[in-house]
């Protein structure tokens, strides 16, 4: 892990300086960096967050990779528990992945960047050993709740004691933090290491095409250093000698791309992963990024247009959901505390009682909603609108919802 933030001048798995700029998302701050209410106004850092292409493997990837340090700070607020999609999501991942790997009693699991342990219980629960390994206060969470994690970023060190304190792993899983971590083929060169021979390297990430299709420029913020087709993804693993042999799309985070690989020849390759490949390859990256910029700039003039015709008509707004994309979207739009007047959190959030990144606007509870009645709620969490809006209303909330992306609506 480097000790410092760096411009990318070449790409971050090939070396190949053939990098292309495809969208930009302005300067942002850290997302999880939320200071408490009431502090006084100081500088705060804030980084140019510009998309580039590789020409060469087609990864997509940030220009500047900013200091880990920075970005997961030990007071690190996101815990996985507090979202049932991502709850229900790792039960689902427990049921596949046991049915495609071969466990026994004793087959190690370990999770890279596993947060609270909220994956790993699965595997708890299972009967199986587990490890997470976790550079947050999470980590301490996790362990209360019975989940043995180490508080550690994942680097050779970390793996390497992982392996001599309890030997090679049958699976090594890292959801959506996988495009998180610096010096991509290090990262899969420690993987393998910690593997058996039929052991399995199970990812999670956000998929490059989901994020197209949808509209997602709120996920472009500086804790996602890549975003990964199948094709780009495979790339990256075929350099610690990997072969993936099942993927498919989730909806885990707007749409996600969970992918199996081994060590060539471990496992017969599935159907899915010919299939994958060839949908990516019918679209050109090029002309999907030309449409992607003009619909973020139609996408931000239209939302804009419709809350100062809220405001305007005396609405009083509110946000609902703290998630690191609500900080891309808050930002991109210039959003401030005189168009929304506070952020809700469910209760227990760690991001509650502070501002959100960059902004005076208040994170407050849930209950507010229901106290003070405003008018509208503004789902920054609008990727689980489905989910979100039921809730609400059967909560009580009478108000109308806007859906922010992939094109602005109000919901009566």
Same mark, same amino acid.
């Given at each position: 892990?480097?000790?410092?933030?760096?411009?990318?001048?070449?790409?971050?798995?090939?070396?190949?300086?053939?990098?292309?700029?495809?969208?930009?998302?302005?300067?942002?701050?850290?997302?999880?960096?939320?200071?408490?209410?009431?502090?006084?106004?100081?500088?705060?850092?804030?980084?140019?967050?510009?998309?580039?292409?590789?020409?060469?493997?087609?990864?997509?990837?940030?220009?500047?990779?900013?200091?880990?340090?920075?970005?997961?700070?030990?007071?690190?607020?996101?815990?996985?528990?507090?979202?049932?999609?991502?709850?229900?999501?790792?039960?689902?991942?427990?049921?596949?992945?046991?049915?495609?790997?071969?466990?026994?009693?004793?087959?190690?699991?370990?999770?890279?960047?596993?947060?609270?342990?909220?994956?790993?219980?699965?595997?708890?629960?299972?009967?199986?050993?587990?490890?997470?390994?976790?550079?947050?206060?999470?980590?301490?969470?996790?362990?209360?709740?019975?989940?043995?994690?180490?508080?550690?970023?994942? #680097?050779?060190?970390?793996?390497?004691?992982?392996?001599?304190?309890?030997?090679?792993?049958?699976?090594?899983?890292?959801?959506?933090?996988?495009?998180?971590?610096?010096?991509?083929?290090?990262?899969?060169?420690?993987?393998?290491?910690?593997?058996?021979?039929?052991?399995?390297?199970?990812?999670?990430?956000?998929?490059?095409?989901?994020?197209?299709?949808?509209?997602?420029?709120?996920?472009?913020?500086?804790?996602?250093?890549?975003?990964?087709?199948?094709?780009?993804?495979?790339?990256?693993?075929?350099?610690?000698?990997?072969?993936?042999?099942?993927?498919?799309?989730?909806?885990?985070?707007?749409?996600?791309?969970?992918?199996?690989?081994?060590?060539?020849?471990?496992?017969?390759?599935?159907?899915?992963?010919?299939?994958?490949?060839?949908?990516?390859?019918?679209?050109?990256?090029?002309?999907?990024?030309?449409?992607?910029?003009?619909?973020?700039?139609?996408?931000?003039?239209?939302?804009?247009?419709?809350?100062? #015709?809220?405001?305007?008509?005396?609405?009083?707004?509110?946000?609902?959901?703290?998630?690191?994309?609500?900080?891309?979207?808050?930002?991109?739009?210039?959003?401030?505390?005189?168009?929304? #007047?506070?952020?809700?959190?469910?209760?227990?959030?760690?991001?509650?009682?502070?501002?959100?990144?960059?902004?005076?606007?208040?994170?407050?509870?849930?209950?507010?909603?229901?106290?003070?009645?405003?008018?509208?709620?503004?789902?920054?969490?609008?990727?689980?609108?489905?989910?979100?809006?039921?809730?609400?209303?059967?909560?009580?909330?009478?108000?109308?919802?806007?859906?922010?992306?992939?094109?602005?609506?109000?919901?009566?």
């Amino acid at each position: 892990m480097r000790e410092s933030s760096y411009v990318v001048r070449e790409c971050q798995v090939c070396r190949s300086d053939k990098l292309e700029p495809a969208a930009f998302a302005g300067y942002l701050p850290p997302v999880n960096q939320l200071r408490p209410l009431g502090t006084p106004l100081a500088e705060q850092p804030a980084y140019p967050a510009q998309v580039l292409h590789c020409q060469n493997c087609q990864l997509v990837q940030l220009g500047l990779v900013v200091d880990a340090r920075i970005l997961f700070p030990p007071e690190y607020p996101y815990t996985s528990r507090t979202t049932k999609i991502l709850r229900d999501n790792f039960a689902e991942l427990y049921t596949e992945a046991t049915s495609l790997v071969p466990f026994d009693p004793k087959s190690l699991v370990v999770d890279i960047g596993s947060n609270d342990g909220t994956l790993l219980s699965n595997f708890v629960r299972g009967g199986h050993p587990v490890c997470g390994i976790e550079p947050t206060e999470r980590a301490h969470e996790a362990n209360a709740a019975g989940v043995h994690t180490e508080m550690a970023f994942f #680097d050779a060190h970390s793996a390497g004691r992982v392996v001599s304190q309890l030997g090679k792993a049958r699976a090594v899983i890292a959801t959506n933090v996988f495009a998180h971590i610096d010096d991509a083929q290090s990262v899969v060169k420690n993987i393998a290491g910690m593997l058996d021979e039929r052991g399995v390297f199970i990812s999670e990430s956000h998929y490059l095409h989901s994020l197209l299709e949808t509209l997602q420029y709120d996920t472009i913020y500086h804790e996602h250093l890549r975003y990964y087709s199948l094709q780009s993804l495979a790339y990256l693993l075929q350099t610690g000698d990997f072969e993936v042999f099942h993927a498919r799309r989730i909806p885990t985070h707007g749409g996600s791309v969970r992918v199996y690989a081994a060590r060539k020849g471990a496992y017969p390759i599935q159907p899915s992963v010919a299939a994958m490949l060839a949908a990516e390859r019918a679209l050109p990256l090029a002309d999907q990024f030309r449409e992607f910029r003009e619909r973020m700039v139609r996408s931000k003039l239209e939302l804009y247009r419709l809350l100062a #015709d809220l405001r305007g008509r005396g609405k009083r707004i509110v946000g609902i959901g703290a998630p690191s994309r609500a900080s891309t979207l808050i930002t991109y739009l210039g959003l401030d505390e005189g168009i929304l #007047d506070a952020v809700l959190e469910v209760p227990g959030s760690h991001k509650v009682g502070k501002y959100m990144p960059g902004t005076l606007i208040p994170v407050l509870a849930e209950n507010y909603l229901f106290e003070r009645k405003p008018d509208i709620a503004l789902l920054l969490s609008w990727h689980i609108a489905d989910e979100l809006i039921p809730k609400l209303r059967a909560k009580g909330f009478a108000g109308q919802f806007v859906v922010p992306l992939p094109e602005p609506r109000l919901v009566e």
